[in-house]
């Protein structure tokens, strides 16, 4: 299994109400968050070149708890991508509910929801994003900084973090200097350095090879175990479907829960 992250997980704030805490894991030494997401009949469609309403999806409900890791698996186009958008945030459904903790997501302002993107929510994608001009650690500082953290402190906790991914060798390289998997690992460390109480990760390891998409997946499924978060990996790899906690299989615009073998 990959190093867990070092970082001290603050209690978190969201614009007057916090998210709760279920005290501290004795083996990890912090707080946890518990905060569950729940998703209600979620509806999405798009038009098509021609015209038309392509429903993407047809009424999506399921639930995650804290300190879970949930696979979502499905082929390309399913709508994987599209789901996790509407959890995030990132684009608005037609019809249903998204609530994570006490925060409506469906309901929310473009600025509330912006806020509570920054504070709570992780994002890693299958292209790392990486800004070329910075640094491995000035990439992971990032977050903390536009959060208004002191550089110095920002600084130290992204070094912290690289090194509990085994990059720290890298820290003051370009990013451009770095191989792919070494990339995408400076992308979750950038992704978690905030201690986000949601993880969505799409295809986040779809460039990598077998090793390194393994290294990443139970990366994030052991963050969500240690830190009482909730991690939501899209995927069209069933073997690493099989690390988290949970199934959830898209097809037709629905999902349902998939036995772990």
């Known amino acids: 299994m990959s190093p867990k992250s070092n970082v001290q997980c603050p209690t978190s704030q969201t614009d007057g109400r916090t998210l709760s805490v279920r005290g501290r894991d004795p083996d ?11 998703v209600t009949d979620l509806r999405k469609s798009f038009s098509s070149p021609a015209g038309e309403r392509l429903e993407v999806l047809r009424g999506i ?4 708890d804290a300190g879970e890791a949930v696979a979502i698996i499905g082929a390309s186009g399913a709508g994987k991508s599209t789901l996790l958008h509407l959890i995030g945030g990132l684009d608005a ?3 249903g509910r998204i609530v994570l903790g006490p925060f409506e997501v ?11 993107r920054r504070n709570h929510i ?25 959060a208004r953290t002191g550089r110095r402190e920002a600084m130290t906790r992204a070094v912290q973090s690289l090194e509990s991914l085994a990059l720290g060798s890298r820290v003051a390289h370009p990013v451009g200097h770095l191989s792919g ?5 400076v992308a979750v460390c950038r992704a978690l350095i905030t201690q986000p109480s949601l993880v969505l990760a799409d295809e986040p390891t779809g460039n990598l090879d077998a090793s390194f998409a393994e290294e990443i997946a139970e990366t994030l499924v052991a963050y969500a175990r240690s830190r009482g978060a909730i991690v939501l990996l899209a995927t069209h790899n069933e073997r690493l479907a099989q690390l988290c906690d949970r199934i959830l299989v ?9 036995e772990r073998v």
């Open 28 to 38: 990890v030494g912090h707080q946890t968050l518990d905060v569950g997401l729940s």
């Open 61 to 64: 409900s399921f639930g995650a």
């Open 93 to 95: 459904p037609d019809h």
């Open 106 to 116: 469906d309901r929310a302002s473009p600025a509330t929801l912006a806020r509570f």
């Open 122 to 146: 992780g994002l890693v994608f299958q292209f790392h994003h990486l800004l070329s001009d910075l640094n491995a650690t000035e990439n992971v500082a990032l977050p903390l900084m536009i």
């Open 181 to 185: 998997g070494e990339q995408q690992r």
């Open 250 to 258: 898209l097809k037709d615009g629905r999902v349902r829960e998939a």
